[in-house]
């Protein structure tokens, strides 16, 4: 696996200001490792299929996002969504489920609807974290990362594995990758992906 780019880090680092990178990671990895862990338990319980184990999991990670913010309190869950949002500084986390870890085609579960959310987000793109995930040979593989999709294939501006801890980053290091996103940016993002879970 190749090693993440510095660079890369820092822009991570200061997009989660005020958290550190490995804070998310410690929250996130056992939150997203649960919900696959307990869709399996139901699909070996009931013999369900394909559809309704991506379901499961979907609205295990819905019902149980609100309780992030008690260990990441500016964290904010959206209704109905896997959309997160940090509270002062407006930054936008989505997780969504990848094949065995295929960035490049980005290979989805729900490829339609995760394409439609991802090509129609307001601008501007430098206020989104994309955190592509997948359970690989049973262990929970996640990345961060930014960039523009294009049909299945996502041109990534800046990535990082989070598979396993990072460096730390000092925060006076992140000052010139912090973003304060416009106002009504949480919001004009949430009614779109309202919009589009009331087509699911």
């Not at 880090?9 to 550190?20: E, F, N, T």
């Not at 997203?32 to 338990?41: P, Q």
């Not at 579960?109 to 206020?127: G, I, M, Q």
Request: hydrophobic residues 35%.
């Amino acid at each position: 696996m190749a090693e993440n780019a510095p660079r890369d880090l820092h822009h991570l680092a200061g997009l989660l200001h005020p958290y550190r990178i490995n804070q998310v990671r410690e929250v996130l990895l056992p939150w997203l490792r649960d919900a696959h862990d307990k869709a399996l338990d139901n699909r070996a319980a009931g013999a369900r299929g394909r559809w309704r184990f991506v379901k499961d999991r979907h609205d295990h990670l819905t019902h149980t996002a609100p309780l992030l913010q008690n260990r990441l309190t500016e964290l904010r869950s959206t209704p109905r969504s896997l959309l997160l949002t940090i509270e002062s500084t407006g930054v936008l986390l989505y997780p969504f489920q990848v094949h065995r870890g295929s960035l490049d085609p980005l290979f989805t579960p729900d490829v339609a609807y995760t394409r439609k959310f991802l090509s129609h987000l307001p601008e501007p793109l430098n206020c989104l974290v994309l955190l592509p995930w997948a359970d690989v040979n049973e262990r929970i593989e996640l990345w961060a990362g930014g960039g523009e999709l294009t049909g299945d294939t996502m041109t990534w501006n800046w990535r990082v594995s989070l598979a396993n801890e990072v460096p730390d980053i000092p925060p006076q290091a992140t000052y010139p990758y912090r973003v304060q996103c416009r106002p009504q940016r949480d919001q004009d993002t949430e009614d779109h992906h309202n919009s589009l879970a009331d087509e699911r």
